[in-house]
């Protein structure tokens, strides 16, 4: 290997962490490290930042650029298109190299392949590293040499496949570029919010940055997974990780989770069966992004064909009260107010509020993926298009259509003394557990104690679930039939 004077250019995207990071482990050990972060205006695409990742981006770069300032190196700041900022970058500093760690989004491989290509026309050479999957998206095959789409045989390809490699420690020694770098300053990129300033639930909620995400892993891990299996559907509890954001912004590596779980089930201090649990989540994501990899057009277009023609209704007074948390059934309320408090909602009320918008309302996947797109500090193109398309029925290994959920007996049985309910829906606090998920069906004196007034102070429900479910098992019908 060659140590040279020249620079070499970092570029950070989807990877705000220097542990486990083989992109900035082969710039420091080849010469002085120039890491940049660009705002690049060519990423907009059909998915522009929204507003919950815009918050997470300013705290995790702000904590990226201290712990590099730590080490004496200062984390360039660039805004424009991602090529033009690299050209300017490259010319400035003499870089004659780039390197970075792989994106897996349709529109990122996509720009990633032009700047690459432009770039060595150039004589600028690119090095790409997978620091985001245990698996590359091309590695695991069916037997037919081609993608899967049914998790269970996805799951066991990726156990069986050779090991990832052992996680890297952060660069002991960097060398900083002899002339200082200018870049933006963070602040001006205005990716806080501030009229109004919306986000003091996602303050109260989250660290962003990769020493916290380290520490929730190995509390998590070591703590708390091995109860996984059994209170992992309870969001009434504290039963999963919460590193989905930590793990979008890549402050943390899969493989560095799936390390501090193996470790604490060597060392005996989480039950195996639980973090065994926990891990297969990790194969989850993995399936997501082996998924939006094979099938690029999925994050707007079904999986399966059929349901492009299936008759959505969407109507906006519905949508509106589904996004606002106002729809009368309890637990998707709860749900959709602790996305807009804190920017995140628990897997099984996902399922829940999910199912709800697009069977209960007929409104299509797309219209909530969206509202999660914006609202979500994890939102993931890959597990958000996977996890909508999987409830509406038309992606791979998805629910079947006519499994159709009902609110209240979800409710009643992962939430079963209604305390969830009672922390995002403070209206119905005073209800008793018997009534918590139903409030309508209440005696009118139970709901005059708790001084609850349907209509008034909670909404009645806005669809009734057994005809709404009669028009959807129609509405399915009609597209298999077409
Ligand atoms: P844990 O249960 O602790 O799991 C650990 C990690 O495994 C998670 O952080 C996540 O990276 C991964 N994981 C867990 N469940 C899934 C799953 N079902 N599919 C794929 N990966 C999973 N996850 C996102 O990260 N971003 C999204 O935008 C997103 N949108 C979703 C939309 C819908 C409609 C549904 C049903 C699910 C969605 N999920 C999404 C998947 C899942 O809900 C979250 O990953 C999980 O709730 C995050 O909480 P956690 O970190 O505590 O998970």
């Known amino acids: 290997m060659t140590v040279t004077s020249t620079p070499i250019i970092y570029w950070h995207r989807q990877d705000l962490r220097l542990r486990d990071n083989p992109a900035l482990c082969w710039a420091a050990e080849r010469g002085p490290v120039i890491p940049v972060y660009i705002l690049c205006d060519d990423d907009a695409g059909r998915w522009p930042l929204g507003g919950a990742s815009r918050w997470w981006l300013h705290h995790s770069l702000d904590h990226l650029r201290q712990t590099y300032a730590k080490r004496g190196i200062t984390l360039v700041f660039r805004r424009g298109m991602a090529l033009e900022a690299l050209h300017a970058l490259a010319k400035e ?7 970075w760690n792989r994106c897996y989004e349709p529109h990122a491989t996509e720009r990633d392949t032009q700047i690459k290509n432009a770039l060595h026309k150039n004589g600028i050479t690119v090095t790409s590293h997978n620091a985001a999957l245990l698996h590359e998206p091309w590695d695991i095959e069916t037997v037919g040499g081609g993608p899967y789409r049914v998790f269970t045989p996805f799951h066991k390809a990726c156990m069986a496949a050779p090991n990832p490699p052992r996680t890297l420690e952060a660069p002991a020694l960097m060398a900083a570029p002899a002339t200082p770098v200018p870049g933006d300053d963070l602040h001006a990129w205005r990716l806080l919010p501030n009229t109004p300033d919306w986000a003091s639930g996602l303050r109260k909620s989250w660290e962003p940055g990769e020493a916290n995400a380290y520490e929730v892993a190995r509390d998590f891990t070591e703590d708390a997974s091995g109860g996984y299996k059994a209170d992992r559907d309870r969001p009434d509890k504290p039963g999963t990780s919460r590193l989905s954001p930590h793990l979008h912004f890549g402050e943390i590596s899969p493989q560095q989770i799936w390390e501090l779980a193996e470790s604490a089930i060597a060392e005996g201090k989480t039950h195996a069966a639980g973090a ?8 989850w994501r993995e399936f997501s992004y082996h998924l939006l990899y094979h099938f690029p057009a999925t994050a707007e277009k079904p999986l399966q064909p059929s349901f492009a023609h299936f008759p959505w209704d969407t109507d906006e007074v519905t949508l509106r009260a589904w996004q606002r948390g106002r729809t009368g059934f309890p637990i998707v309320d709860a749900g959709m107010r602790q996305l807009w408090q804190t920017g995140w909602m628990h897997n099984r009320v996902r399922m829940i509020v999910a199912s709800f918008l697009v069977k209960d309302l007929l409104i299509p996947w797309q219209e909530g993926a969206r509202w999660f797109w914006d609202t979500l500090v994890d939102a993931d193109l890959a597990n958000n298009t996977a996890g909508w398309q999987w409830i509406a029925g038309c ?8 499994r159709i959920f009902n609110p209240v007996l979800q409710g009643k049985k992962f939430d079963p003394r209604g305390d969830y309910v009672r922390r995002f829906v403070p209206e119905l606090a005073k209800l008793p557990d018997a009534h918590i998920h139903a409030p309508w069906l209440a005696p009118p004196e139970t709901l005059g104690k708790a001084g609850v007034i349907l209509g008034k102070n909670y909404p009645e429900p806005i669809v009734n679930h057994a005809a709404a479910r009669l028009r959807a098992l129609d509405a399915y019908r009609q597209t298999r039939k077409a």
Do not use: C, H, M, N
Not at 93 to 99: E, I, L, M, N, Y
Not at 276 to 283: H, K, T, Y
Not at 395 to 402: C, I, L, M, Q, V
């Open 93 to 99: 500093t003499g870089a004659k190299s780039v390197t």
């Open 276 to 283: 065994e649990a926990f891990l297969r989540q990790l194969i």
């Open 395 to 402: 992606g791979a290994d998805a629910a079947p259509y006519f």
